[in-house]
């Protein structure tokens, strides 16, 4: 029964019927996933297991209202982020660089396509690690270590001019890999927001 609900119209029409077998494949395939997704954006184990619970809960709470035309996986992902939002809001108040932290991530959640945070991620850490030696060790000084481009250049020993022309050059190769999003993965990569500095 389990490979008729692969079928999004199928699960859904399921789920809308309240069939509760549809609704155990729903979370043994989806569970992991979005937990591994909602860590990425809480790097808390518990909060992030609580905001999954409460995302499945409310799916089967609101199964009624689900559209049989829109990808199941997708509503998953964004009721997920939203999920996340709202603890976010109650736990605590959002500096202005956390309401841009936030911007970036809602930025690359909203895009119809589904796998796309995780493809794009993994393509970003595939991407750095294959960028030119010297060009990934400045990028990584930059955004993983935040340090300026004068701090780079001193402690390369190399000129500012070329600490520029590295990073340039990294932003163009990530790029072509993940298009105007690179800014919001990185966001979710490195975590911090105080390090960034964009060029």
């Keep these: 029964m389990s490979t008729l609900y692969k079928d999004n119209t199928i699960l859904i029409s399921h789920l809308k019927k309240g069939d509760e077998s549809a609704y155990a494949y729903l979370v043994n395939t989806y569970n992991r996933a979005l937990f591994v997704y909602v860590l ?19 799916v089967w709470l609101s199964r009624k209202k689900l559209n049989l035309n829109y990808s199941i996986k997708s509503f998953l992902y964004k009721a997920a982020y939203n999920e ?6 109650k736990n605590r108040a959002i ?8 911007e970036a991530l809602e930025e690359v959640v909203d895009d ?8 794009k991620i993994a393509l970003v850490n595939k991407g750095i690690k294959q960028l030119p030696r010297k060009c990934k ?13 004068i701090e780079i250049a001193e402690h390369l020993g190399v000129s500012i001019k070329t600490v520029e022309g590295h990073l340039t050059k990294a932003y163009y190769l990530l790029r072509e890999n993940v298009g105007n999003q690179l800014k919001g993965i990185l966001f979710i990569l490195f975590g911090d927001p105080n390090k960034f500095r964009f060029n």
Excluded: A, W
């Design 40 to 58: 990425s954006l809480t790097n808390d184990h518990d909060q992030s297991e609580d905001v999954v619970q409460n995302v499945f809960f409310k």
């Design 84 to 89: 996340f939002i709202n603890q976010y809001h």
């Design 95 to 102: 500096s202005n660089l956390e309401k841009v932290y936030m």
């Design 112 to 119: 119809k396509n589904s796998d796309l945070l995780e493809r």
């Design 137 to 149: 060790e400045t990028f990584l000084l930059s955004k993983k270590e935040g340090l300026t481009n």
